[in-house]
């Protein structure tokens, strides 16, 4: 599968728990994008890279969100003391560069905080 | 604040009509607009639309943007129940500081296609 892969698939957590997420974007993309997405709400953007670099955060992202992507291939999203707002899917899209912007995007993270 | 609003927020159709979903966006930095299907888990990649009144056609869906009135449509002709679906809107807007580029998305119409 060349896709954009997303693990786990599911998640539930008990509130004040953290979890990690981690998306592989299809290998030659160098842009990696996280969203957010809540039922009948198309989704929200979290954060993007280009390669390693982290270029934008949005301001819904709060210090108990960081992302990663220490080589500049997959990264890893973690939520610490997770609230039940935080109950979402998590999507993961990556795309090619400059010329080929279209995001494909990951299967998604199904967060449930309980 | 970058807007993408999509209308309607539902439909229901029967199989075989023909439905026209609308996109609209009030943005700084335009670069392009994209349109996604998205049934039950990830969106997947319909149209990008850099340039106003140019169609593009797949089958039988096919986009046009208009720049000049912010908007795009999303046509589907002889819908088939394999057309229920969200069809998401998203404008691509260039990221000044920093570089690059990210995806805002409109809220959606869910379509539902009866037999």
């Known amino acids: 599968d060349t896709g954009v ?10 509130r004040g728990q953290n979890v990690t997420f981690r998306c592989d974007p299809i290998s030659e993309h160098n842009r990696l994008y996280w969203y957010r997405q809540t039922l009948g709400q198309g989704p929200e953007f979290l954060t993007y890279f280009q390669n390693e670099a982290q270029l934008e955060k949005s301001r819904l992202l709060s210090d108990r969100f960081s992302a990663e992507r220490p080589k500049g291939s997959f990264s890893t999203l973690e939520i610490q003391r997770t609230e039940q707002g935080d109950s979402a899917m998590y999507l993961c899209a990556s795309s090619l560069g400059v010329m080929n912007t279209e995001a494909f995007f990951g299967q998604g993270t199904r967060l449930t905080v309980v | ?5 999509q209308s309607p927020l539902s439909l229901v159709v029967h199989e075989g009509d023909t439905v026209t979903l609308n996109c609209s966006y009030e943005v700084t930095n335009f670069r392009s607009l994209l349109w996604y299907k998205q049934e039950k888990k990830a969106p997947t990649f319909l149209f990008m639309l850099t340039s ?13 943007l208009d720049k000049k009135e912010l908007s795009s449509i999303l046509n589907i002709t002889a819908t088939q129940t ?4 969200i069809y998401l809107c998203a404008v691509e807007i260039w990221v000044l500081t920093g570089g690059g580029n990210k995806l805002t998305f409109g809220t959606g119409t869910q379509l539902k296609v009866e037999l």
């Open chain 2, 1 to 5: 604040e970058d807007k993408v609003v």
């Open chain 1, 5 to 14: 892969s997303q693990n786990p698939r599911h998640k539930i957590t008990k």
């Open chain 2, 82 to 85: 394999g057309d229920s679906a």
């Open chain 2, 52 to 64: 106003s009144g140019i169609e593009k056609k797949s089958g039988r869906l096919s986009s046009i």
